[in-house]
């Protein structure tokens, strides 16, 4: 295929979901969630708003499916089939635009807001933070089950697929990684047990919602920390996952840990503008696979993300925080004002993200 920035606004196909372009508005966690972790009215509109400006597909913000695993008091829930009406109206908004939206499913892990923080091993995430303790075999197979229950509430819901967050030093991140999971039974050890967890629930979750239903994951391309996840393993656990039935894969990397080389979230472009931060891993994986590479991560222009598809890097482009700043940059791009984001990556719209005022950015505003 010739991926000229044209071949950005071609068709393509994630699993059995046809998607009108090459690009991704990426998981991006819109604190507008309330106690019980209904999602806000007000999130329909943010939704709409993306699939009018011209994103092809849309990744929710991480919802969880366990209580145990909630990350902050503004995240939305799927954990409960109550919760499945809730969903039905932001979905249906993003239907009616002529859009594509997934579910993404998650448990924070160590890093859940919770009294007692669970992980793959005991672990402390920062000085005077709640040390985690172990899961038990029994828990493991419970939360399996319950990302599984999580992915049918999606189906029920409306969503076109999900996508299951094994990124960032979450809960499933942390069992891949050897700097969290400590393990010395079937979970733990070598990368192939390391990655079991992640294993059982794609398998569960292909048994609760078939080999039809749109299944996408989330996985660090390295964990930038000593003792973490290489590049290698991701590149091996991708084809693990792909033979069982995954539909597509999102290629991100970092942890929350404070001697990571690099958090999930960089203020400033590094490597420099016009690289995106993990294109020749994911080119390195791309060639190993045949479901679709998402590649997510300090990419701003038109033309650095028609390089991207050209050079193979990936197939499809995944964007946050320029949608935040510009959600009808696509829109701009499609219509021949092709100018950058003018996103700055200054991280202002964590503010009113992680303070309840919902997904937008201050600089813009103003």
């Known amino acids: 295929m010739n991926h000229h920035p044209s071949s950005l606004f071609q068709s393509g196909t994630i699993g059995t979901l046809t998607v009108a372009n090459r690009f991704i508005r990426s998981a991006t966690h ?35 499916i366990d209580a145990s695993g909630r990350a902050s008091r503004n995240q939305t829930g799927i954990d409960r089939d109550e919760l499945i009406r809730h969903w039905r109206s932001p979905v249906e908004a993003v239907h009616r635009a002529g859009g594509k939206v997934l579910l993404q499913l998650a448990h924070a892990g ?44 999606a189906r029920e819901a409306g969503f076109d697929g999900i996508q299951l967050h094994a990124a960032h030093g979450y809960l499933i991140s942390q069992f891949l ?10 979970y733990g050890g070598t990368a192939e047990n390391r990655g079991r967890f992640l294993v059982e629930i794609l398998q569960a979750v292909r048994r609760e919602v ?13 964990d930038f920390i000593v003792g973490g996840m290489p590049r290698e393993e991701c590149a091996d656990l991708c084809c693990r996952l792909q033979k069982i039935g995954l539909d597509a894969v999102e290629l991100s990397g970092g942890v929350q840990a404070p001697d990571a080389r690099f958090s999930p979230v960089r203020r400033v472009p590094f490597p420099p503008a016009e690289t995106a931060f993990y294109q020749d891993a994911a080119a390195a ?82």
């Not at 011209?54 to 990744?59: A, E, Q, S």
């Not at 990684?177 to 079937?186: A, F, K, L, Q, T």
């Open 30 to 64: 819109e604190g507008m969630g309330d106690a019980n972790g209904v999602p806000a009215p007000a999130l329909g509109a943010v939704w709409e708003t993306l699939a009018r400006g011209g994103v092809g597909l849309i990744i929710s913000g991480h919802a969880f």
């Open 110 to 153: 160590l890093y859940a807001a919770s009294a007692d923080p669970v992980g793959p091993s005991p672990f402390v995430s920062a000085p005077g933070k709640t040390p985690c303790r172990e899961l038990t075999l029994t828990e493991i197979a419970a939360l399996t089950t319950g990302f599984a229950r999580a992915a049918r509430r």
């Open 177 to 186: 990684s050897g700097y969290y999971n400590r393990r010395v039974d079937e």
């Open 210 to 222: 078939g080999a039809d239903y749109p299944v996408t994951a989330k996985i660090n391309s390295e």
């Open 285 to 366: 994986v791309r060639k190993r696979l045949n479901i679709p590479v998402i590649l997510v991560g300090g990419i701003s222009s038109l033309r650095q993300s028609g390089e991207l598809l050209q050079q193979a890097c990936c197939d499809y482009i995944a964007l946050c925080r320029p949608l935040i700043r510009e959600p009808a940059l696509i829109q701009r791009w499609r219509n021949g004002e092709v100018a950058s984001s003018p996103c700055r990556r200054c991280n202002a719209c964590f503010r009113p993200i992680l303070t309840g005022r919902g997904v937008f950015c201050p600089i813009a505003e103003r």
